[in-house]
């Protein structure tokens, strides 16, 4: 939004060409006298150049430039509005499988890796005050984002994330030992790790038991979305290190049990969602039970605008100076 300290001078700025304009067809013919340099009765004389542009458009000119000042004088300001969150939020940490098994097409034509990157979209988009960051898992895990508030950081990097990126596997342990490890000191009253996935651990040195005993000792909540159907499954992804398009169909099937035993020894939550409705439903799940209440002011945040009128101001002076010099003859 913007907005002007002193708006009067704003009146100013687009009154004053009128009035100019005004004064000077008031004026113009007080104190001419009419000379005529043809021939009586023959043509009159005419320049060979059109003489008045040139004597005009440095007037124009410097019309403007006192206008921008007058606008300048007015205090120009942006206004941008934003959040500010008196509460601290939760710090919430998504484990997300990108291994080439969750390219599988079973979420209403929609595979399971890209309906997981919208409902962690959504998710983040309805809980501002929490800080959320992403895990990625496959034959290893790395922390792609910390836990933040800063949702175009999260969003950019989700959205750049692919398929088959950390290679083919599924290194549960390591990625809750490596989630366990970026929320160990955090403050927050809330913790929670995320983690999605449709298949089992069969990679990397830690064993998820052993993992989530670190979650369960700093009181971070669990949860464990096991997603996917179960029967041979179509499948559709670009291989991000060969660039070759891979598809075809497999045999989607892994242990629940074995996914519900690792949040049950943290003392966390199972979410079984064969499909895209029971996706979004353990999402609503885990928003409602941790759920935070936070508290929130708007708060105005200004930005000057006056030095870059003046600036504009100050180059279009220099200009009608340089036009005048050159064109006209008169001294800089």
């Not at 100076?321 to 003859?329: I, K, M, P, S, Y």
């Amino acid at each position: 939004m913007l907005t002007f300290d002193r708006p009067v001078f704003v009146l100013a700025a687009f009154a004053a060409p009128f009035v100019i304009f005004a004064v000077r067809r008031f004026f113009r013919g007080a104190f001419r006298l009419s000379l005529s340099l043809g021939s009586p009765g023959g043509d009159s004389f005419l320049p060979a150049a059109n003489f008045r542009f040139f004597t005009e458009f440095p007037r124009v000119v410097d019309y403007i430039t006192g206008c921008l000042l007058l606008l300048a004088v007015s205090g120009p300001q942006l206004v941008k509005n934003e959040t500010v969150w008196l509460d601290r939020g939760a710090d919430i940490l998504f484990v997300l499988d990108c291994s080439p098994s969750m390219a599988g097409i079973d979420m209403n034509g929609i595979n399971r890796f890209d309906t997981a990157r919208e409902l962690i979209r959504n998710f983040a988009e309805v809980r501002p005050a929490d800080a959320i960051g992403l895990v990625a898992v496959g034959n290893d895990a790395a922390l792609l984002i910390p836990p933040t508030v800063d949702r175009k950081a999260l969003l950019d990097r989700l959205e750049r994330l692919s398929i088959g990126e950390l290679g083919d596997g599924t290194a549960l342990g390591v990625a809750l030992a490596l989630a366990a490890l970026h929320l160990e000191h955090s403050v927050s009253e809330n913790k929670a790790v995320i983690l999605i996935t449709d298949g089992e651990n069969n990679a990397g040195a830690i064993h998820p038991l052993t993992a989530v005993g670190s979650l369960r000792a700093q009181d971070t909540a669990l949860y464990v979305i096991g997603v996917g159907s179960s029967g041979e499954i179509p499948i559709d992804y670009v291989d991000p290190v060969t660039k070759v398009r891979r598809t075809g169909s497999f045999e989607s099937r892994y242990n629940s049990e074995s996914l519900r035993a690792v949040a049950d020894a943290a003392g966390g939550v199972f979410l079984y969602a064969p499909g895209r409705d029971s996706f979004f439903a353990a999402f609503s799940a885990v928003n409602r039970a941790e759920a935070v209440v936070s508290r929130s002011i708007v708060r105005g945040r200004k930005q000057g605008l006056h030095w870059s009128l003046i600036l504009a101001a100050l180059i279009l002076a220099c200009s009608s100076r340089f036009f005048r010099a050159v064109f006209l003859g008169a001294p800089l």
